[in-house]
């Protein structure tokens, strides 16, 4: 694999990163991942815009202009052949090379490092097909979920239990309400109604999200954005999640409770194939 680090593409063992590193050391760090089917890319313009806004909430500087991270991840997906796939950007505040909890000055170069994964299959994936299998779990994550930071180790523990559980995901409880998923926003639907938390510092603002709402909306469909407890999650009709790496993902299991008949509902279905379509047209 190519992967891409301040200014260089290099094959993946000859890239570098310092020891002093913040996001290292820190996880003084943010991220977006962004989707690449048939080639293209899917939102760029959603995650540069996310991205530039994390930076601002955390006084980082901008590593390069939009115009040059859309280059650098064309050039990542044509190097390394990605027709169906992912692109992952993280950029630090990079390091003055000691160990410090104030922030470096801020004319310290931030760490900009891109790379693939490639998934063939990723639109037309199996676990889609089948739905996913979800167990609830407290969150006690830091309070400004809002900045897509690197500290991924409690969803990453979050993502054990499930698999110890014999599930595929969690979904964090916070106050009694759902807040996300592990990696993604939550939804259910119940008598037609599609109901997800509105957006705060509490959650992620999903790229994906803001365009399966506004395509549910364009589709005619009813949306409620509120909070919402797990037991009702688990009587609704349906349920799914989303997410730039797994687009809409149906939910067919709660805590052991089977949702409808068991399989991906008819909303979250055609939710993804409308999500699929139109984000590929639009590709760049
Ligand atoms: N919520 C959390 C905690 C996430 O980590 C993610 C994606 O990584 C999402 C929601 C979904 O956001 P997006 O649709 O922008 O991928």
Same mark, same amino acid.
């Given at each position: 694999r190519t992967v891409y680090v301040n200014g260089d593409y290099l094959p993946e063992d000859e890239a570098k990163v310092s020891v002093f590193d913040r996001g290292f050391l820190m996880a003084d760090a943010v991220y977006e991942v962004t989707s690449v089917l048939g080639g293209k890319l899917i939102d760029f313009e959603g995650h540069a815009v996310r991205l530039k806004r994390s930076l601002d909430e955390l006084e980082m500087a901008e590593?390069?202009?939009?115009?040059?991270l859309l280059e650098i991840h064309r050039k990542l997906v044509e190097l390394n052949g990605i027709d169906e796939g992912l692109v992952y950007l993280q950029v630090s505040r990079g390091s003055d090379g000691d160990r410090d909890f104030v922030f470096p000055s801020a004319d310290t170069t931030p760490t900009i490092v891109l790379f693939t994964q490639n998934k063939p299959g990723l639109? =037309?994936?199996?676990?889609?097909?089948?739905?996913?299998? %979800?167990?609830? !779990?407290?969150d006690i994550r830091w309070g400004r979920r809002d900045i897509k930071t690197v500290q991924l180790l409690?969803?990453?523990?979050?993502?054990?239990?499930a698999k110890k559980a014999g599930a595929d995901d969690a979904w964090m409880i916070?106050?009694?309400h759902v807040t996300e998923g592990t990696s993604n926003n939550a939804y259910f639907v119940k008598d037609g109604v599609i109901v997800t938390r509105p957006l705060s510092n =509490?959650?992620?603002?999903? !790229?994906?999200?803001?365009? #399966?709402?506004r395509m549910a909306a364009e589709a005619?469909?009813? %949306?409620?954005?509120?909070?919402?407890? %797990?037991?009702?999650?688990?009587?609704?009709d349906e349920a799914f999640t989303t997410s730039a790496s797994a687009f809409v993902m149906p939910v067919v299991e709660i805590d052991? #409770?089977?949702l409808g008949d068991g399989?991906?509902?008819?909303?979250?279905?055609?939710?993804?194939?409308?999500y699929l379509e139109e984000s590929m047209n639009a590709a760049i």
């Open positions: 590593p390069c202009s939009k115009e040059e639109a =037309d994936s199996p676990a889609s097909r089948k739905g996913a299998k %979800i167990i609830s !779990i407290e409690y969803p990453s523990m979050g993502k054990m239990m916070e106050d009694g =509490d959650i992620l603002h999903g !790229i994906t999200r803001k365009a #399966v709402l005619q469909l009813k %949306i409620e954005e509120r909070l919402f407890t %797990i037991e009702e999650a688990k009587e609704a052991g #409770v089977a399989t991906p509902g008819p909303i979250a279905k055609r939710l993804r194939e409308i």
